[in-house]
Nanobody, 114 residues
Framework: QLQAFGGGSVQTGGFLRLSCKTS???????????MEWYRKVSGKQRELVAS???????MYADSVKGRFTVSRDNAKSAANLQMNSLTPEDTAVYYC???????WGPGTLVTVSS
């Protein structure tokens, strides 16, 4: 299972840190595989925001490059998303995803007001 934490409401320019913790997953499985963060705005398709692979190579959507940082803590089987310089366009429900398991977290709402 995946659980995401850290959503909330901030003003433009603010920051939030999301964490995704896994349970029931073998530590070596977690550390050897990619973790992803997606977001979904109502009426739009789910968007891949960032990913981090087992070698800690990262990928970001163009819309968040330079503002978001994805990281992982293998000892805690957790993936994090540091979001800085938030804008109202970042308002969405954010999901963590373990693609090798086909697992999705329940989503955490991020609201950025102007």
């Amino acid at each position: 299972q995946l659980q995401a934490f850290g959503g909330g409401s901030v003003q433009t320019g603010g920051f939030l840190r999301l964490s995704c913790k896994t349970s029931g997953i073998i530590l070596s499985d977690f550390s050897g595989n990619t973790m992803e963060w997606y977001r979904k705005v109502s009426g739009k398709q789910r968007e891949l925001v960032a990913s981090i692979d087992s070698s800690r190579r990262t990928m970001y959507a163009d819309s968040v490059k330079g503002r978001f940082t994805v990281s992982r803590d293998n000892a805690k089987s957790a993936a994090n998303l540091q979001m800085n310089s938030l804008t109202p366009e970042d308002t969405a429900v954010y999901y963590c995803h373990a693609p090798w398991k086909g697992l999705w977290g329940p989503g955490t709402l991020v609201t950025v007001s102007s």
